[in-house]
């Protein structure tokens, strides 16, 4: 047994090889360059370093292993965008600058999630041809899973009268279009990034957009209250 990685040792002393991960990431290249309709078991099992074999003795079908790919994918990318919601929005100090510093980090894309997003274009292009479950449980395990965090985030700050909210998740669904809806539109889902002036700029509008619906409105005086606090002043002055 290697103690460092648990395994059992192969022939030759070298730790097995994780077949299921390098399956899965071959499998996430593939789909992510030829789409779920073009992309073909074979050139799967060549890019995983696997036999065809082993991936219908693992995953049945095409459609199973894509939906296993897809989950995990998402299941990794979401891991990520909730340590922003959560670094970002765990605690409010200023309620304007911690949202923008949340969106602009929000809205940049993240290399670590570009073949993701690379699956997402092609899902996209393909939905029509792509198993409803499959779909479904993309939703569940990456977007809906990140909504529901940081819904769960502006509830609590609404809590704390820093914001005025009746619907947290579809405040969730505001922040995150509004922030970066329109970079994610523009950039085709990160395939020609914008740049990060441009992403800050737009991240930045979206935040003061979202404050002007969602944000608390301080009672302003009235013009009335405004004058007998004028004509107040002065007598104030004089007693001191």
Known sequence: MDAATGRRPARGGAPRVDKRRALLDGALEVFAQDGYARASIDAIARRAGVSTRTIYNQFGDKATLFEAVIV?????????????????????????????EFARLWAQPSPESALHFALVRQVIADARHIPPAALQAWQEAGPLRVQKEIAAHLRRIADAGHLAIDDADL?????????????????????????TEEVYRV??????????????????????????????????????
Do not use: M, W
């Open 72 to 100: 995990d994918s998402a299941r990794r990318t979401a891991d990520a965008q909730i340590a922003i919601v959560q670094r970002c929005l765990g605690k409010i100090v200023n309620i304007e600058d911690d949202l923008i």
């Open 203 to 240: 991240a930045d509008a979206g935040v003061r957009a979202f404050l002007y619906g969602y944000g608390v409105r301080r009672p302003r005086k009235s013009q009335a209250s405004r004058a007998v606090g004028a004509s107040r002043a002065p007598r104030a002055a004089r007693r001191t």
């Open 171 to 195: 405040a969730a669904v505001h922040l995150v279009q509004l922030v970066a809806g329109d970079a994610t539109r523009r950039s085709f889902y990160g395939a020609i990034p914008l740049p």
